[in-house]
């Protein structure tokens, strides 16, 4: 079970999400869809938020050398740069791409799987993680907490 760990992450939780909304897209439409440019537009400025997010956290933790991988204890605590405006941008991100590409695949039936993206999220890794640097930067990260919004 130790091995599944590897893929116990986050990116691979987001594709079986997609994957799912991907398939309602073309076996469950229910005549459902919105198919227009602002959609499309919509679409790709959620994916394109969602990149930049995670690209903005990666570097913050990569200057931090702090790890990026939810299984592993950090070193440092986080807190500059849109680490500033939510506790998970990296969630954020995932969320905000898993929207994109169901609104880009007209998976309209599809978009409940976003709520339920962030519920299984935050139940499987971000609990899980705020109790790991709560044991591990104690007052630090209780004012984090207290600055700073688990999501926006």
Request: hydrophobic content about 55%.
């Amino acid at each position: 079970m130790k091995n599944l760990r590897y893929i116990d992450i986050p990116p691979v939780w987001l594709a079986i999400f997609a994957a799912l909304g991907y398939l309602q897209s073309i076996y469950l439409t229910f005549g459902l869809g919105f198919d227009s440019a602002i959609i499309d537009l919509f679409a790709g400025l959620c994916i394109g938020a969602g990149v930049i997010l995670i690209v903005l956290a990666a570097v913050e933790m990569r200057k931090a050398r702090t790890t990026i991988i939810p299984h592993q204890d950090a070193n440092v605590l986080v807190t500059n740069g849109i680490f500033k405006r939510t506790r998970n941008p990296i969630y954020l991100g995932d969320g905000l791409i898993l929207l994109g590409l169901l609104l880009k695949w007209d998976a309209i039936a599809g978009l409940i799987l976003v709520p339920l993206f962030f519920m299984f999220i935050e139940k499987r890794f971000v609990i899980a993680e705020e109790n790991r640097l709560r044991r591990l930067f104690r007052a630090d990260f209780a004012r984090y907490m207290q600055k700073t919004r688990r999501w926006i």
